[in-house]
Nanobody, 122 residues
Framework: QVRLTESGGTLVQAGGSLRLSCEAS????????VGWFRQNPGKSREYVAL????????YYSASVEGRFSVSRDGAKNMAYLQMNSLKPEDTATYYC???????????????WGQGTQVTVSS
């Protein structure tokens, strides 16, 4: 059974930092690209960052580039999203997801975690 589990979300002040973790099991994690997405109630899921299966290639949305950094540890089946200089508009539920494809399209992701809430206070 494939499982992705996010952790690390919490309440943080604007300008602060957080690191989200995504633990994967039940799949050959290195064969999958990992995407980080975020969503607020009533809004569509927004792409945030993407990392290739071997970790060599990353891609960021314009809204987070320069502030967020995505990484992964193949030996531990983990992926991470380091978030710096957080802003109130970064408040959302953050999800990690795995896909065979290199894509920002959430519909192309096969496996999803349950999400972790990040709240940035002003």
């Amino acid at each position: 059974q494939v499982r992705l589990t996010e952790s690390g979300g919490t309440l943080v002040q604007a300008g602060g930092s957080l690191r989200l973790s995504c633990e994967a099991s039940g799949l050959t994690f290195s064969k999958f690209a990992v995407g980080w997405f975020r969503q607020n109630p009533g809004k569509s899921r927004e792409y945030v960052a993407l990392i290739s299966g071997n970790g060599d290639t990353t891609y960021y949305s314009a809204s987070v580039e320069g502030r967020f950094s995505v990484s992964r540890d193949g030996a531990k089946n983990m992926a991470y999203l380091q978030m710096n200089s957080l802003k109130p508009e970064d408040t959302a539920t953050y999800y990690c997801a795995a896909s065979w494809l290199w894509t920002v399209d959430a519909d192309k992701y096969d496996h999803w975690g349950q999400g972790t809430q990040v709240t940035v206070s002003s």
